[in-house]
Protein backbone atom coordinates (compact mmCIF):
# COMPACT_ATOMS: atom_id res chain seq x y z
CA UNK A 1 0.00 0.00 0.00
CA UNK A 2 1.11 3.43 -0.93
CA UNK A 3 1.93 5.44 2.21
CA UNK A 4 0.32 9.21 2.65
CA UNK A 5 2.44 11.68 0.61
CA UNK A 6 3.44 9.03 -1.72
CA UNK A 7 0.45 9.58 -4.04
CA UNK A 8 1.25 8.83 -7.85
CA UNK A 9 0.49 11.40 -10.06
CA UNK A 10 0.58 11.46 -13.65
CA UNK A 11 4.15 13.48 -15.32
CA UNK A 12 1.82 14.79 -18.04
CA UNK A 13 -0.87 15.91 -15.24
CA UNK A 14 2.23 17.68 -13.32
CA UNK A 15 3.19 19.35 -16.67
CA UNK A 16 -0.05 20.80 -17.22
CA UNK A 17 -0.55 22.45 -13.66
CA UNK A 18 3.27 23.51 -13.95
CA UNK A 19 2.15 25.30 -16.69
CA UNK A 20 -1.04 26.13 -15.81
CA UNK A 21 0.43 28.18 -12.18
CA UNK A 22 2.92 29.84 -14.71
CA UNK A 23 0.25 31.41 -16.29
CA UNK A 24 -1.67 31.85 -12.34
CA UNK A 25 1.66 33.43 -11.49
CA UNK A 26 2.04 35.60 -14.48
CA UNK A 27 5.52 34.10 -16.42
CA UNK A 28 2.92 33.15 -19.14
CA UNK A 29 0.01 36.01 -20.15
CA UNK A 30 -3.27 35.66 -21.97
CA UNK A 31 -2.44 35.43 -25.67
CA UNK A 32 1.03 34.55 -25.64
CA UNK A 33 2.73 31.50 -27.67
CA UNK A 34 4.00 28.59 -25.16
CA UNK A 35 6.66 27.06 -26.23
CA UNK A 36 6.49 24.32 -29.06
CA UNK A 37 6.24 20.73 -27.81
CA UNK A 38 9.80 19.62 -28.93
CA UNK A 39 11.17 22.66 -26.62
CA UNK A 40 8.86 21.96 -23.69
CA UNK A 41 9.53 18.01 -24.05
CA UNK A 42 13.08 19.19 -23.44
CA UNK A 43 12.46 21.56 -20.85
CA UNK A 44 10.89 18.92 -19.26
CA UNK A 45 12.89 15.96 -19.93
CA UNK A 46 9.83 13.71 -21.60
CA UNK A 47 8.39 12.80 -24.79
CA UNK A 48 6.17 15.02 -26.94
CA UNK A 49 3.48 13.12 -26.27
CA UNK A 50 3.92 13.51 -22.42
CA UNK A 51 3.62 17.19 -23.64
CA UNK A 52 0.74 16.62 -26.05
CA UNK A 53 -1.26 15.02 -23.34
CA UNK A 54 -0.77 17.87 -20.80
CA UNK A 55 -1.84 20.54 -23.30
CA UNK A 56 -4.63 18.46 -24.36
CA UNK A 57 -5.87 19.41 -20.57
CA UNK A 58 -5.37 22.51 -20.54
CA UNK A 59 -7.65 22.95 -23.71
CA UNK A 60 -10.03 21.18 -22.52
CA UNK A 61 -9.77 23.61 -19.59
CA UNK A 62 -9.88 26.45 -21.60
CA UNK A 63 -6.78 27.21 -20.23
CA UNK A 64 -4.95 27.54 -23.63
CA UNK A 65 -6.02 27.55 -27.41
CA UNK A 66 -4.10 24.49 -29.26
CA UNK A 67 -3.96 24.87 -32.87
CA UNK A 68 -2.11 22.63 -35.81
CA UNK A 69 0.18 25.35 -37.48
CA UNK A 70 0.23 28.68 -34.89
CA UNK A 71 0.96 26.17 -31.92
CA UNK A 72 -0.54 26.92 -28.67
CA UNK A 73 -1.79 30.33 -26.88
CA UNK A 74 -2.68 31.21 -23.68
CA UNK A 75 -6.21 31.79 -23.47
CA UNK A 76 -7.30 32.60 -19.69
CA UNK A 77 -5.91 33.03 -16.64
CA UNK A 78 -8.91 32.67 -14.58
CA UNK A 79 -9.21 29.09 -15.92
CA UNK A 80 -5.73 28.48 -14.83
CA UNK A 81 -6.54 29.68 -11.64
CA UNK A 82 -9.68 27.17 -11.38
CA UNK A 83 -7.43 24.25 -12.91
CA UNK A 84 -4.67 24.43 -10.57
CA UNK A 85 -7.22 25.16 -7.35
CA UNK A 86 -9.03 21.92 -8.24
CA UNK A 87 -6.15 20.12 -8.65
CA UNK A 88 -4.61 21.01 -5.66
CA UNK A 89 -8.15 20.24 -3.72
CA UNK A 90 -8.48 17.29 -5.65
CA UNK A 91 -4.76 16.40 -4.56
CA UNK A 92 -5.87 17.05 -1.07
CA UNK A 93 -8.70 14.84 -0.82
CA UNK A 94 -6.41 11.82 -2.20
CA UNK A 95 -4.11 12.25 -0.13
CA UNK A 96 -6.47 12.32 3.14
CA UNK A 97 -8.09 9.64 1.76
CA UNK A 98 -4.83 7.38 1.70
CA UNK A 99 -3.63 8.68 4.96
CA UNK A 100 -7.31 7.50 6.21
CA UNK A 101 -7.29 3.70 4.69
CA UNK A 102 -3.60 3.83 5.90
CA UNK A 103 -4.99 4.48 9.47
CA UNK A 104 -7.81 1.86 9.24
CA UNK A 105 -5.16 -0.38 8.64
CA UNK A 106 -2.82 0.11 11.48
CA UNK A 107 -5.87 0.26 13.91
CA UNK A 108 -6.86 -3.24 12.43
CA UNK A 109 -3.25 -4.64 13.57
CA UNK A 110 -3.26 -3.19 16.30
CA UNK A 111 -6.63 -4.75 16.95
CA UNK A 112 -5.88 -7.84 16.25
CA UNK A 113 -2.41 -7.77 17.77
CA UNK A 114 -4.75 -6.92 20.81
CA UNK A 115 -6.96 -9.70 20.78
CA UNK A 116 -3.81 -12.23 20.08
CA UNK A 117 -2.46 -10.64 23.56
CA UNK A 118 -5.14 -10.92 25.57
CA UNK A 119 -5.99 -14.83 24.03
CA UNK A 120 -2.76 -15.22 25.10
CA UNK A 121 -2.97 -13.83 28.08
CA UNK A 122 -6.36 -15.97 28.63
CA UNK A 123 -4.41 -19.02 27.64
CA UNK A 124 -1.53 -18.63 30.25
CA UNK A 125 -4.36 -18.50 32.81
CA UNK A 126 -6.31 -21.43 31.66
CA UNK A 127 -3.77 -23.81 31.53
CA UNK A 128 -1.33 -22.80 34.20
CA UNK A 129 -0.14 -25.46 36.42
CA UNK A 130 2.34 -23.89 38.75
CA UNK A 131 0.31 -23.83 42.58
CA UNK A 132 2.31 -20.59 43.12
CA UNK A 133 0.31 -18.60 40.62
CA UNK A 134 -2.53 -20.63 39.37
CA UNK A 135 -5.93 -18.56 39.77
CA UNK A 136 -8.81 -19.42 41.47
CA UNK A 137 -12.28 -18.68 40.39
CA UNK A 138 -15.11 -17.37 42.89
CA UNK A 139 -18.43 -16.65 41.82
CA UNK A 140 -19.88 -13.52 43.52
CA UNK A 141 -23.16 -14.34 45.68
CA UNK A 142 -26.28 -12.12 43.99
CA UNK A 143 -26.55 -10.43 47.52
CA UNK A 144 -23.00 -9.31 47.77
CA UNK A 145 -22.39 -5.87 48.67
CA UNK A 146 -19.48 -5.40 46.64
CA UNK A 147 -21.77 -5.44 43.73
CA UNK A 148 -22.12 -1.95 41.81
CA UNK A 149 -18.73 -0.97 43.45
CA UNK A 150 -15.10 -0.59 41.88
CA UNK A 151 -11.81 -2.48 43.14
CA UNK A 152 -10.23 0.39 43.73
CA UNK A 153 -13.16 1.43 46.04
CA UNK A 154 -13.68 -1.35 47.79
CA UNK A 155 -9.45 -1.72 48.05
CA UNK A 156 -9.70 -5.19 47.88
CA UNK A 157 -6.15 -6.33 48.22
CA UNK A 158 -5.60 -4.01 51.12
CA UNK A 159 -8.71 -5.84 52.88
CA UNK A 160 -7.93 -9.56 51.44
CA UNK A 161 -4.54 -9.83 50.42
CA UNK A 162 -6.25 -11.20 46.71
CA UNK A 163 -4.84 -9.90 43.70
CA UNK A 164 -7.39 -9.88 40.87
CA UNK A 165 -6.18 -10.55 37.67
CA UNK A 166 -9.51 -10.95 36.07
CA UNK A 167 -12.82 -11.06 36.05
CA UNK A 168 -15.36 -13.85 33.98
CA UNK A 169 -18.41 -12.17 32.73
CA UNK A 170 -21.02 -13.50 30.12
CA UNK A 171 -18.58 -16.54 29.14
CA UNK A 172 -15.63 -13.25 28.58
CA UNK A 173 -12.35 -12.75 30.81
CA UNK A 174 -11.46 -9.38 31.44
CA UNK A 175 -8.35 -9.41 31.74
CA UNK A 176 -6.66 -6.77 34.60
CA UNK A 177 -9.66 -4.95 35.19
CA UNK A 178 -8.64 -2.47 37.19
CA UNK A 179 -8.93 0.34 39.81
CA UNK A 180 -12.29 1.37 38.22
CA UNK A 181 -14.01 -1.93 36.89
CA UNK A 182 -17.91 -1.98 39.09
CA UNK A 183 -18.22 -5.16 39.85
CA UNK A 184 -21.98 -6.92 38.07
CA UNK A 185 -24.29 -9.63 38.99
CA UNK A 186 -22.61 -12.82 38.18
CA UNK A 187 -19.41 -12.14 37.84
CA UNK A 188 -17.46 -14.82 38.11
CA UNK A 189 -13.87 -13.35 39.88
CA UNK A 190 -10.16 -14.42 39.17
CA UNK A 191 -7.66 -14.22 42.18
CA UNK A 192 -4.51 -15.21 43.21
CA UNK A 193 -3.54 -15.99 46.51
CA UNK A 194 -2.83 -18.37 48.98
CA UNK A 195 -5.43 -20.70 51.22
CA UNK A 196 -5.85 -17.52 53.42
CA UNK A 197 -6.49 -15.01 51.26
CA UNK A 198 -9.00 -17.36 49.45
CA UNK A 199 -10.98 -17.61 52.53
CA UNK A 200 -10.76 -14.09 53.53
CA UNK A 201 -11.89 -12.88 49.93
CA UNK A 202 -14.89 -15.00 50.48
CA UNK A 203 -15.66 -13.90 53.89
CA UNK A 204 -15.38 -10.41 52.68
CA UNK A 205 -17.70 -10.67 49.62
CA UNK A 206 -20.02 -12.04 51.49
CA UNK A 207 -20.02 -9.93 54.63
CA UNK A 208 -23.31 -7.17 54.27
Do not use: C
Not at 89 to 114: G, Y
Amino acid sequence: MLSPGKITIARYLKIAVDIAARIVAGDLVVGEKIKGRSVLSTEYNVSPETIRRAMSILSDKEVVEVNIGSGITVLSREKAVEFVKSFKDDESISELNMHLHTLFDKRKEIDEEISDTAKQIIDMYKYMRSDLITPVEIRLPDDSHIIGQSIGALQIWHNTGATIIGVVQDNQVIISPGPYYEFARDDNVLIVGDENVIERFNVFINNR
